[in-house]
């Protein structure tokens, strides 16, 4: 398995067939200081910041799986995504591994459903509050510390489209949210879906979800993909949200 060069990296989306997870369009549109491209047979390995990394089958010609598994061990990176049938290739030491389906929408697909008033969350104090009810949420809260609660509200308040969060309120208090995270500004990722616990199956979040949904694909977004829950499948099925098959999570331990 060899690295190329990031001169290579204008090639590759022409050996790619279909559309590509978020994750993988930004892999690709990395600076040359940020991005190290893995290649051995169809297989192609693509390093975001040394944290992130997308495996990628083009289905072209065969690889070595010893090869490919051994140099993704050695590889610099805490999380890498793979489709699930060319994660079944690959055996990495060390790395826990999760398999989980990808929701997907587009304009043609989304079928609108506000039910409650949202809003979209600017500067800093509307941050603070996105943090707190993350810090409500289980599951959720030991991502969010306490003591980083200002820092993480400061970076999400710099953060410009396709970055985009919305909110519903009640009595003054956030109480259901989400954002549009990774991607570009034609395929992105909507991510940070939170409703607190007294709130509930009352549609909050649907609303969250669609707006969002209107106002990025007003802004002319092509595709918005997220990872749900399996207890939130119909939600999103609800406003359009399809299948877009299974993807393999690996971490290391």
Known sequence: MRILSHCDLKNIRSHIRGPLHPYMERALEGSPRETKVYTSGSIIAISWLDVSMVVIDTGDFDADATDVSSSLSSAC??????????????????????????????????????????????????????????????????????????????????????????????????????????????????????????????????????ELCSIAFSRGMERLSLWPEPEAEHLYRALGFKDDGWYTMFRRN
């Open 77 to 210: 990176w805490s999380s890498l995504l793979a489709k699930k049938r060319t994660a079944n290739r690959i055996s990495i030491p060390g790395a826990s591994k999760e398999d989980r389906i990808l929701f997907t929408v587009t304009p043609d697909s989304f079928r609108e459903n506000i039910t409650h008033t949202v809003r979209i969350l600017e500067g800093y104090d509307d941050f603070i509050s996105l943090v707190h009810l993350y810090q409500r949420i289980e599951g959720m809260a030991a991502f969010y510390p306490d003591e980083e609660t200002e820092d993480i509200a400061g970076y999400y308040s710099m953060r410009h489209y396709p970055f985009l969060a919305a909110g519903a309120f009640c009595d003054g208090q956030l109480i259901s949210a989400g954002y549009i995270s990774a991607g570009t500004p034609q395929n992105a990722m909507i991510a940070g879906v939170a409703t607190d616990s007294s709130c509930r199956n009352r549609g909050y979040a649907s609303s969250v979800v669609s």
